[in-house]
C-alpha cells in the first residue's frame, strides 16, 4: 500500500498535508486500495485528482 499511496500522491502532484486540508485523502486512500496495486490506474486516477480542491456530495444519499 505504501509505495502506491506514494506514487498516487506523487501524480496527484500534492503532498499528503495538501490532502487533508482539500479534505480528500480519505477519498485517495480508498481510491489506491481499490486499485489493487495497478501501477497504471494507480497513474492515471492520480493525475485527475491533482486539480481537486475539495469533494462535493452529489446524488441521493
Known amino acids: 500500500f505504501d509505495q502506491s499511496w ?3 500522491l506523487k501524480e496527484a502532484s500534492q503532498t499528503e498535508e495538501d490532502l487533508v486540508l482539500h479534505r480528500i485523502r480519505d477519498v485517495g486512500e480508498r481510491i489506491v486500495r481499490k486499485c489493487g496495486g495497478l501501477l497504471l490506474v494507480i497513474k ?3 493525475s485527475m485528482m491533482r486539480t481537486k480542491k ?3 456530495k452529489t446524488g441521493n444519499s
Open 6 to 8: 506514494e506514487l498516487f
Open 44 to 46: 492515471t486516477v492520480g
Open 54 to 56: 475539495c469533494i462535493q
